[in-house]
């Protein structure tokens, strides 16, 4: 990737959108700067699972060739075998889609034990509000999250552990299970085993902001299982200058995510986008 162009992380809602003429004065600046700078849009993996459907094949390759245009096939990889920027076709990603993954599941492991339901019902029990979180900065969610936590009692039976107490101890808690479970696999690739935890705890931060009750996902939202993938999109951006989605909810989490562990990428709406290319180009 060249080292003059800034990489701004798309949102795959943002992709579909312009490519089905939603918003033809985004794409038209986004297409200029793709040609004259200072912007480029390296893709995902994420990116071409979600813009490719299964019943249309014609669609799909459009979607692909349009995501080949803006990303003008610039690839960012997040794997157990490569992080980084190279030179990829999504067509040649999309052949390789199932050996490219971090090959860690949050959302898939989550789902099997904890239900909607269980959400609803662990927001209640800790005392956390939706309306309340949802009103509130992503720095003040936090500090409310982590003073329902600390605050909370548990019953627990002789010679129990004590639960994590706030985000930071979930946060501690993620990192040595996951080591204990993947460090083998981490050596095998030769990977890098900070980032990769790293990486694993901004999947989770975005994961436990949803649980617990910030700017959740809606019941059928849920049952589409996206949680993850999203989470996979705030994990992906953070690695970009910045990050840009129609998705409020998927924003205020991310940004959220980011605040927690001090990641310097911007969270933009299409609005807001849309204006700073219209300003830098003078427009």
Not at 51 to 71: A, W, Y
Not at 144 to 159: H, K
Not at 228 to 256: C, I, P, Q, W
């Amino acid at each position: 990737m060249s080292q003059e162009r800034i990489p701004i992380y798309l949102d795959s809602n943002v992709i579909i959108d312009t490519y089905n003429g939603i918003d033809d004065e985004l794409l038209g600046l986004i297409l200029r700067s793709v040609f004259q700078g200072p912007y480029c849009y390296p893709f995902t993996s994420e990116q071409v699972d979600e813009i490719v459907t299964e019943n249309d094949e014609k669609l799909s390759s459009n979607r692909l060739s349009f995501l080949s245009t803006i990303s003008q096939n610039i690839y960012f990889e997040s794997s157990m075998k490569r992080i980084g920027f190279t030179t990829s076709s999504p067509f040649q990603v999309f052949d390789t889609i199932n050996e490219v993954s971090l090959d860690f599941d949050l959302e898939k492991n989550l789902g099997d034990i904890l239900t909607y339901e269980n959400e609803l019902l662990a927001r209640s029990e800790f005392g956390l509000s939706t309306n309340e979180l949802n009103n509130l900065s992503p720095n003040q969610a936090i500090d409310t999250i982590n003073s329902a936590l600390q605050s909370y009692e548990y019953e627990l039976n002789d010679g129990q552990i004590e639960p994590p107490k706030s985000l930071d101890e979930m946060m501690d808690y993620i990192k040595k299970t996951m080591e204990e479970s993947f460090s083998g696999i981490w050596e095998t690739f030769n990977s890098d085993p900070e980032t990769q935890l790293f990486n694993i705890k901004v999947v989770s931060m975005f994961t436990m902001m949803d649980t617990l009750g910030f700017w959740p996902d809606s019941r059928s939202i849920y049952n589409k299982g996206s949680r993850y993938a999203d989470s996979r999109h705030a994990e992906n951006g953070k690695h970009f200058s910045m990050v840009v989605s129609r998705d409020k909810r998927f924003l205020k989490k991310t940004e959220a995510a980011y605040l927690f562990f001090d990641i310097n990428t911007k969270t933009l709406n299409t609005d807001q986008f849309k204006q700073k290319l219209k300003s830098e180009m003078g427009t």
